[in-house]
């Protein structure tokens, strides 16, 4: 069982930036690949970037490549996501998540644990 508790989300002016973190309960947490996922209002649930349980592998949707960097500190059971030069079309919420899959996860389905997330607003 792992719980996830996201923090650092606020309000940001485009160009800024915001540095998201998620904190993970359990003893397992660096056995878990991570995650970050967004949903905007009225939309789906989004991946946004995901790395692997030693932290050797990431991956990023298109709309945040260059612009995000997630990242790991498993001794601390923490996950972030750095946020540099948000647009106002990243505003949403964000949501942390933990996978059991081997390897880097992509999909809403493939992750076993979601924190409560946390909002992200993007002005011009």
């Known amino acids: 069982q792992v719980q996830l508790v996201e923090s650092g989300g606020g309000l940001v002016q485009a160009g800024g930036s915001l540095r998201l973190s998620c904190a993970a309960s359990g003893r397992t947490f660096s056995t878990y690949g991570m995650g970050w996922f967004r949903q905007a209002p009225g939309k789906e649930r989004e991946f946004v970037a995901a790395i692997s349980w030693s932290g050797g592998s990431t991956y990023y949707a298109d709309s945040v490549k260059g612009r995000f960097t997630i990242s790991r500190d498993n001794a601390k059971n923490m996950v972030y996501l750095q946020t540099n030069s948000p647009k106002p079309e990243d505003t949403a919420v964000y949501y942390c998540?933990?996978?059991?899959?081997?390897?880097?996860?992509?999909?809403?389905?493939?992750?076993?644990?979601w924190g409560q997330g946390t909002q992200v607003t993007v002005s011009s």
């Open positions: 998540a933990a996978a059991t899959a081997i390897g880097v996860a992509t999909s809403t389905y493939e992750y076993d644990y």
